[in-house]
């Protein structure tokens, strides 16, 4: 079984100011999809970014990048010029490539707060 | 994105009663969509995943006959919560796929007097 660990339970960065988010997951599947996703207080999930494992090049969305180091089973999620509209509770989460979109395991979460 | 609908947003309900919440794929079609649990603080916890035309396939520990799920076509899956109880209270949140990614609807919140 798939497993995600986030070992942040809460950040605090300054707005404009950088944040790394940490995620680290166990699989023995060699083909998978990891992604981030924000909840913000509304409670919608939102989709940060995504990366397919067998691309090895690092995907970024904006302001929005990941690093993603495959034999360490990491998938960190970099945040640039961090905006008020940034804080939310953020998710890591790994699917397995099936063929077809199957079900996602979450990890336990980041609580970011972006202060002034 | 793609977009996902989730109707109720918001229901309180009397013990005992049955309440019906709707999941909707409006710009795409999802031969399988997703069901969640979130506590307070929480991360999502997967109750079951919905199948259009056949059964829905139901995590451990989650009980069928309290839950039950009906996908009845390719845009609209209903999660069922049959007799309820104060401890269904919750946050149910619905995903459908779009592609290989899973596309949420904004939640519905549960509460049983």
């Known amino acids: 079984a798939q497993t995600v660990t986030q070992s942040q339970p809460e950040m605090s960065v300054q707005e404009a100011e950088t944040v790394t988010l940490s995620c680290t997951y166990d699989t023995s599947e060699n083909n998978y999809y990891l992604f981030w996703y924000k909840q913000p207080p509304s409670r919608q999930m939102i989709l940060v970014i995504r990366?397919?494992?067998?691309?090895?090049q690092n995907a970024t969305e904006n302001r929005f990048s990941v690093n993603f180091q495959k034999a360490a089973k990491s998938f960190s999620l970099k945040i640039s010029d961090s905006q008020l509209g940034d804080t939310a509770m953020y998710f890591c989460a790994f699917m397995t490539h099936t063929g077809t979109a199957s079900k996602l395991t979450f990890g336990t979460g980041t609580r970011l707060q972006v202060t002034l | 994105g793609a977009v996902v609908s989730q109707h109720p947003s918001r229901v309180i309900c009397k013990s005992g009663t049955s309440v019906k919440i709707e999941c909707r794929s409006l710009?795409?079609?999802?031969?399988?969509m997703f069901w969640y649990r979130q506590f307070p603080k929480k991360s999502l916890m997967l109750m079951a995943t919905s199948n259009e035309g056949s059964k829905a396939t139901y995590e451990q520990g989650v009980e069928k006959d309290k839950f039950l799920i009906n996908h009845a076509s390719l845009t609209l899956s209903t999660l069922t919560v049959t007799s309820a109880h104060p401890e269904d209270s919750s946050f149910y949140i619905c995903?459908?796929?779009?592609?290989?990614?899973?596309?949420f609807g904004p939640g519905t919140r549960l509460t049983v007097l």
């Open positions: 995903s459908a796929p779009e592609g290989f990614t899973q596309y």
């Open positions: 710009d795409f079609q999802a031969t399988t």
């Open positions: 990366q397919e494992a067998y691309k090895q």
